[in-house]
């Protein structure tokens, strides 16, 4: 079965500090993708990365950063130097395949960035 | 493009009450999802479509039913509300295996309904 933990529910960290966050992902299948997304406290989802299973090179972007390993079935994502309006809640999710490309998401963890 | 959009943005129901939520995509997308949001529980999939017609079950389909009868639009139904239908719902399209981004999903803004 497929399955997306996000252990860390909540953090708190001050501004400018580096921040991680965990993602484990369980599947049978060789070929998947992972993504994460953002949800302000506006309530939309923000797609932030896509990435494949074939393609374990971690990402940067700016201030973010994701580490694929496939050894250890996580996709963790860090933030360099924290800012307030990083706060949100990041979902994880897996995206199973099979016919319907549904995705299968982590619980999510709730990021507060204070000043 | 407008992407994906839902109707409406709120809404408040008594137990027993019916309603439809809406989702639009002008992306001629051929899959369309709906998710539901409940705290600490991320986003569950309720029904999907891979096309224009079809419809399928997901994880928590019970007290829902959907449609699909033109390809831009995807319907929730729900037929007599119940408190445990509060919720966030999220709809969501993908251009389905045809694409290169067959595994990207565009998500609309979201629907708060409460049931009282």
């Known amino acids: 079965a497929q399955k997306v933990t996000q252990a860390q529910t909540e953090i708190s960290v001050v501004e400018k500090e580096d921040v991680t966050l965990d993602c484990v992902y369980e599947?049978?299948?060789?070929?998947?993708?992972l993504f994460w997304y953002k949800q302000p406290p506006s309530g939309e989802l923000v797609f932030l990365i896509r990435r494949n299973s074939f393609d374990e090179q971690n990402e940067i972007s700016g201030r973010y950063s994701w580490n694929f390993q496939k050894s250890t079935s996580s996709f963790n994502f860090t933030i360099t130097a924290s800012q307030v309006v990083d706060s949100a809640v990041y979902f994880c999710?897996?995206?199973?395949?099979?016919?319907?490309?549904?995705?299968?998401f982590g619980s999510g963890t709730r990021l507060l960035v204070r000043p | 493009n407008a992407g994906v959009t839902q109707t409406p943005k709120f809404r408040v129901l008594k137990t027993g009450q019916s309603m439809t939520l809406l989702c639009a995509q002008d992306m001629n997308h051929e899959y369309m999802y709906w998710y539901r949001q409940d705290p600490g529980m991320g986003l569950r999939l309720i029904h999907y479509s891979v096309g224009e017609g079809t419809t399928a079950k997901g994880e928590v389909p019970d007290g829902y039913n959907v449609s699909r009868l033109k390809k831009q639009n995807f319907l929730l139904g729900l037929e007599s509300a119940a408190p445990s239908q509060t919720s966030v719902y999220f709809c969501?399209?993908?251009?389905?295996?045809?694409?290169?981004?067959?595994?990207?999903?565009?998500f609309g803004p979201g629907t708060r309904l409460t049931v009282t």
């Open positions: 599947t049978r299948d060789t070929t998947y993708y």
């Open positions: 999710a897996l995206s199973v395949m099979d016919s319907s490309y549904k995705l299968i």
């Open positions: 969501a399209s993908s251009p389905g295996m045809t694409s290169a981004d067959s595994y990207e999903q565009y």
